[in-house]
């Protein structure tokens, strides 16, 4: 069974300084896997996504996230956080092979910008 | 061009009582997925329909039950509601891996 880690259950940051949000999954091939944002009472939108090719994949918001296959993980990063980046993240994986399309999502990690 | 429509936001119901929440998809969608979000956790997979049919589902008791209808609208019912049962219902539609999830269902029991 596929299962992810987020190892950070509350962040800190100063409003400019870099992010980075690790995310550690458990599967027995190379997953799809994905990054997602929370607002307060809102639903999930996505940031980014990797399926396949570079490892390195850019998403919206400035969001970057890297794939490391040796290490199992797929880290969030942003250079410069913005107070309005205040929120909560999820990673999650999906499986390549059958025809469900089902997200398996971490616990989150909450995010605090401070001014 | 709408995205996914959950009804109601908010409801409170009572232990023992049944519940229905409904999605509509996002045009051009033709799944619909549940998932389960309890406070402070990430969502949790319950099902997912696809042509009228259940598809897949996770470890969920058969107390949650669901229904796509021809224009690929979803209801969730919940039978025999316990406490543990408030959650964040959210919706997904997705057509092949792109998911566009709706802002969920707030259910309380009490």
């Known amino acids: 069974a596929q299962s992810v880690t987020q190892p950070d259950i509350h962040i800190t940051v100063s409003e400019g300084a870099s992010l980075e949000l690790r995310c550690n999954y458990s599967y027995g091939a190379t997953p799809y896997l994905f990054w997602y944002v929370q607002s307060p009472g809102q639903g999930l939108q996505l940031l980014l996504k990797?399926?396949?090719?570079?490892?390195l994949v850019q998403g919206i918001k400035g969001f970057e996230a890297e794939f490391k296959r040796s290490q199992s993980s797929f880290n969030l990063r942003k250079p410069s956080v913005h107070w309005s980046d205040a929120a909560e993240y999820f990673c999650?994986?999906?499986?390549?092979?059958?025809?469900?399309?089902?997200?398996?999502f971490g616990s989150g990690t909450q995010l605090t910008v401070l001014p | 061009d709408a995205g996914v429509t959950q009804s109601p936001t908010h409801l409170i119901k009572t232990r023992g009582q049944q519940v229905t929440l409904r999605c509509s998809p996002k045009?051009?969608?033709?799944?619909v997925s549940w998932y389960q979000q309890a406070l402070g956790q990430g969502p949790q997979f319950i099902f997912q329909?696809?042509?009228?049919?259940?598809?897949q589902r996770g470890n969920f008791p058969d107390r949650f039950s669901g229904h796509q209808f021809p224009n690929y609208s979803s209801e969730l019912n919940v039978n025999a509601l316990l406490l543990g049962d408030s959650a964040l219902y959210l919706c997904?539609?997705?057509?092949?891996?792109?998911?566009?999830f709706g802002s969920g269902t707030r259910l309380t029991v009490v």
């Open positions: 990797y399926f396949s090719g570079d490892t």
């Open positions: 999650a994986v999906g499986s390549p092979s059958g025809s469900a399309r089902q997200l398996t």
């Open positions: 997904a539609s997705s057509s092949g891996w792109g998911y566009t």
């Open positions: 045009s051009g969608h033709d799944t």
């Open positions: 329909y696809y042509e009228e049919e259940e598809r």
